[in-house]
C-alpha cells in the first residue's frame, strides 16, 4: 500500500478481554515500530524491529503486552487482560532501514482503544 | 523520566507572524532532532530534521535551530499560516545500548494559528 495501514482504526473492549492490532508497514521498509499515546502524554516507544534481528522490546509496559512480526512484514500488537490504563492510541510506524536520521519514519493512522 | 521535554502544552499565533515552538532534552548521546506535525485523527508526519553536527537547518517556511550547549532546540515557523494549526512533537534519536535505533517524543504543542 501507499501508506502504514493500521486496523482497527477503533476498538472499544471491555477490561479483561484480550485486545489485537494490526499493521501492515510501507512495502520495502525493514523497520517497524510500535508507539502509544495515552491521553495527555506525548508518544511512547513500545517495540521496535529492525529486519531479522531480535525485536527491542525494551518500551513494553508490562509482560500483558507482546508484539510479533511475521514474514518481516505485518506486525501484531496484542494486549492480554487488558486494563483501563490501556486505553490510548497506538500507532505503528516504518522506516527504510533503521530510520536513522534523515530516514523518515512514516506513520499510520493509529488504532484507538478505549477499554471500559 | 522524560528525556525529551515540550513545556509548552499549547501556544496560539497571529496568522502571518512567527511561531516559536520549544523543546529541551537531557540526553546527550541524542544524535538527531526532529520535529513532526500531527492533526486531529491522523498519525504524525515529518516535517523536519536536524542533525547534532549543526546548528540549522531551514526548509521553506519551516527552521529548525539547535543550542548543544543549552540542550534546546526550537522549531521557527514563518510566516504562520491557519493551516499550520496542529500538534507538533519534538523527538531525539539515538542508538541504545542493545543497538537500536530509537526515537523519543515529547508531549506535543499544540499550535494554533488565528486568522
Known amino acids: 500500500g501507499a501508506g502504514v495501514s493500521q486496523s482497527p482504526s477503533n476498538k472499544v473492549t471491555e477490561k479483561g478481554k484480550d485486545v489485537e492490532l494490526r499493521c501492515d508497514p510501507i512495502s520495502g521498509h525493514t523497520a517497524l515500530y510500535w508507539y502509544r499515546q495515552s491521553l495527555g502524554q506525548g508518544l511512547e516507544f513500545l517495540i521496535y524491529f529492525q529486519g531479522n534481528s531480535a525485536p527491542d522490546k525494551s518500551g513494553l509496559p508490562s509482560d500483558r503486552f507482546s508484539a510479533e512480526r511475521t514474514g518481516g512484514s505485518v506486525s501484531t500488537l496484542t494486549i492480554q487482560r487488558t486494563q483501563q490504563e490501556d486505553s490510548a492510541v497506538y500507532l505503528c510506524?516504518?522506516?527504510?532501514?533503521?530510520?536513522?536520521?534523515?530516514?523518515?519514519?512514516?506513520f499510520g493512522e493509529g488504532s484507538w482503544l478505549t477499554v471500559v | 523520566d522524560q528525556q525529551v521535554k515540550q513545556n509548552s502544552p499549547s501556544l496560539s499565533v497571529q496568522e502571518g507572524r512567527i511561531s516559536i515552538l520549544n523543546c529541551d532534552y537531557t540526553n546527550s548521546m541524542f544524535d538527531y532532532f526532529l520535529w513532526y506535525k500531527k492533526y486531529p485523527a491522523e498519525g504524525p508526519t515529518f516535517l523536519i530534521s536536524?542533525?547534532?553536527?549543526?546548528d540549522k537547518n531551514e526548509d521553506g517556511r519551516f527552521t529548525v535551530f539547535l543550542n548543544k550547549s543549552a540542550k534546546h532546540l526550537s522549531l521557527h515557523i514563518v510566516p504562520s499560516q491557519p493551516g499550520d494549526s496542529a500538534v507538533y512533537f519534538c523527538a531525539a534519536s539515538f542508538v541504545s545500548g542493545a543497538g537500536s535505533y530509537q526515537l523519543t517524543f515529547g508531549k506535543g504543542t499544540k499550535l494554533s494559528v488565528i486568522p
Open positions: 536536524i542533525s547534532s553536527i549543526k
Open positions: 510506524a516504518s522506516s527504510l532501514t533503521s530510520g536513522r536520521g534523515r530516514n523518515t519514519i512514516y
